[in-house]
């Protein structure tokens, strides 16, 4: 299943949307996801970034995330999060981050 955690947005393919922090960190929790797609401004305190350390520590990643945010500092953010977490390797373009396995 492929989970959206994007304030505003949508996208063909997703099987359910999380508009806030919040909601998306109890979707993680709760199930087990194929695709994350995540934006980084989530319209509140905290970020998409926040929720992907969240999820990095609590082992909640799942196999593919795709940042589908225009914040480039965010995108930066989350990508060198997810490549510190040593779960991913380098993305072949700017929004894809693909799962190495343990």
Same mark, same amino acid.
């Given at each position: 299943m492929?989970?959206?955690?994007?304030s505003?947005?949508?996208?063909? %393919?997703? @099987?359910? &949307?999380?508009?806030?922090?919040?909601?998306? /960190?109890q979707?993680?929790?709760?199930?087990?996801?194929?695709?994350?797609?995540?934006d980084?401004?989530?319209?509140?305190i905290?970020? %998409?970034? @926040?929720? &992907?350390?969240?999820?990095?520590?609590?082992? /909640?990643?799942?196999?593919?995330?795709i940042v589908?945010?225009?914040?480039?500092?965010?995108?930066?953010?989350?990508?060198?999060?997810?490549?510190?977490?040593?779960?991913?390797?380098?993305?072949?373009?700017?929004?894809?981050?693909d799962?190495?396995?343990?």
């Amino acid at each position: 299943m492929n989970l959206m955690i994007n304030s505003f947005n949508t996208r063909s %393919g997703v @099987d359910v &949307i999380a508009r806030n922090y919040s909601a998306g /960190k109890q979707l993680l929790n709760c199930f087990e996801w194929d695709v994350l797609y995540i934006d980084h401004d989530l319209n509140g305190i905290e970020t %998409g970034y @926040d929720l &992907i350390m969240w999820a990095i520590h609590h082992h /909640k990643l799942p196999k593919v995330v795709i940042v589908t945010s225009t914040n480039h500092i965010g995108v930066e953010n989350i990508r060198a999060a997810l490549l510190y977490s040593a779960k991913y390797k380098e993305p072949s373009y700017n929004e894809f981050w693909d799962y190495k396995g343990e």
